[in-house]
């Protein structure tokens, strides 16, 4: 959906601001990222954007990665400067800034539960540790729990992140986080449903975040908000990415709203 939604939302953007800038889709081959990101500079591109599955795959051909994406290795976002190549990741950023714009200031220090260890669950353990929140990840998979914690706690200097398994949780300690996101693909249509140990236990004073977008509130977002909590769409974390794409590549403030009506539309 990323993928569809990417080149409306910044070729709305571009129109609204006047920049003589295009945002086309080009699938690539496995085989071929190698000479497809080499060619972004000879053919005049500004920059690009990275999706599933080359995200890894595009690091090695790069001249410079920045901390995020080094840690998360994914790069989401290239700039081209002069001949040079730059990789970011911006999906820290969309977590990042989304929570920031909900809880200010106040997280450092608060306990964070992350539900799911793939890539939209290390973007919100990077941003979760930067916003200095003691977190916990939990994992169908508890290797790639374990796994993520480890890359946390090593990479982010005076990180406080811890694992365990799923099936230790308990509801008391979903009812103390003062943040629960849902990283996981639960929720996305056919996918199945997030656990209600994690619906079922929050509510007023924590803020409860949903990487999965649609095209409303989640069962899950839904649920935390009757329960009185403050949450955050994948839609949000969406659009802080694709803003902080947006002004890498232009070095201009991204028109929020404009993107937003793209992808209402
Ligand atoms: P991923 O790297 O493939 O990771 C998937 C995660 O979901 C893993 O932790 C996996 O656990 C867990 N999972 C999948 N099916 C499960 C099930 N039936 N029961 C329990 N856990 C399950 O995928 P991703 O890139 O992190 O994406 C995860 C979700 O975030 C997707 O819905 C994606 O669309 C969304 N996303 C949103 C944004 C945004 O901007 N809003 C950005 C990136 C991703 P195991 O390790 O046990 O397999």
Redesign the pocket.
């Known amino acids: 959906?990323?993928h569809s939604l990417s080149p409306r939302l910044h070729n709305a953007a571009f129109a609204a601001l006047g920049l003589d800038y295009v945002y086309v889709p080009l699938p690539v081959r496995a085989d071929e990222v190698g000479a497809a990101v080499r060619g972004l500079a000879a053919l005049g591109f500004s920059g690009a954007n990275v999706t599933?599955p080359h995200k890894g795959a595009v690091v090695p051909f790069l001249d410079e990665v920045d901390d995020d994406a080094r840690l998360a290795a994914a790069v989401n976002t290239i700039t081209v400067v002069g001949r040079r190549l730059h990789g970011y990741n911006t999906?820290v950023e969309?977590v990042r800034g989304a929570l920031v714009a909900i809880a200010g200031d106040t997280l450092a220090g608060e306990p964070a539960l992350i539900?799911?260890?793939?890539?939209?669950?290390?973007?919100a353990a990077l941003a979760l540790s930067r916003l200095r929140c003691r977190l916990t990840v939990v994992?169908?998979?508890p290797a790639?729990a374990e796994h993520l914690a480890a890359l946390i706690t090593a990479g982010v200097p005076g990180a406080d992140c811890r694992w365990r398994p799923l099936p230790d949780l308990t509801e008391q300690d979903v009812r103390r986080q003062r943040v629960v996101v849902n990283?996981?693909?639960?929720?996305?249509a056919g996918?199945?449903k997030v656990p209600a140990l994690l619906a079922d236990n929050v509510s007023a004073g924590q803020v409860v975040f949903d990487?999965?977008?649609a095209s409303g509130p989640t069962e899950f977002l839904a649920a935390a908000q009757a329960r009185g909590a403050t949450v955050v769409d994948?839609?949000?974390?969406?659009l802080?990415?694709a803003a902080a794409a947006f002004s890498l590549w232009t070095g201009m403030p991204a028109p929020l709203e404009v993107m937003r009506d793209a992808v209402r539309r």
């Open positions: 959906m990323s599933i999906d969309g539900f799911g260890a793939g890539g939209a669950a290390r973007a994992n169908r998979t790639a990283a996981t693909a639960l929720g996305m996918q199945g990487a999965v977008y994948g839609l949000t974390m969406l802080g990415q």
